[in-house]
């Protein structure tokens, strides 16, 4: 089976955006949920206005695994399998949510990291 790839775009706050999905990561008491923001949402605009335009990485997503009490998802880089995104909840259910980029950036005051 051929692996799907995605361009991901990054994180703003609990958000990811890959090819044209938007998702935001909630805790749940203990757990973690992934959410699809729908297209018909309320400030959506406003919402991918904080995406770069041009994707920062072809990625493939390693969802739904457990490892090590770990419960959650990884968003891996295709070229050199750097950790973009690391999200779940860990072996002592605290929600993790890990978002890494490849350069040292600016965080602004909405939390959005610039690289």
């Known amino acids: 089976m051929p692996t799907v790839t995605y361009c991901f775009y990054g994180v703003y706050r609990t958000m990811y955006k890959m090819d044209n999905i ?30 770069p335009i041009t994707p920062l990485a072809t990625v493939v997503y390693k969802g739904l695994y457990e490892e090590h009490g770990f419960k959650g998802f990884n968003i891996i880089d295709c070229e050199d ?8 909840v860990d072996l002592n259910n605290k929600f993790v949510f890990e978002y890494t980029p490849k350069k040292a950036g600016v965080v602004d005051k909405d939390g959005f990291i610039w690289i």
């Open 81 to 88: 399998k750097h950790i973009w995104l690391h999200a779940g």
């Open 22 to 51: 938007l998702c935001k990561v909630t805790e749940d008491n203990g757990y973690y949920r992934t959410t699809h923001i729908p297209s018909a949402t309320t400030g959506l605009e406003a919402i991918r206005s904080k995406f």
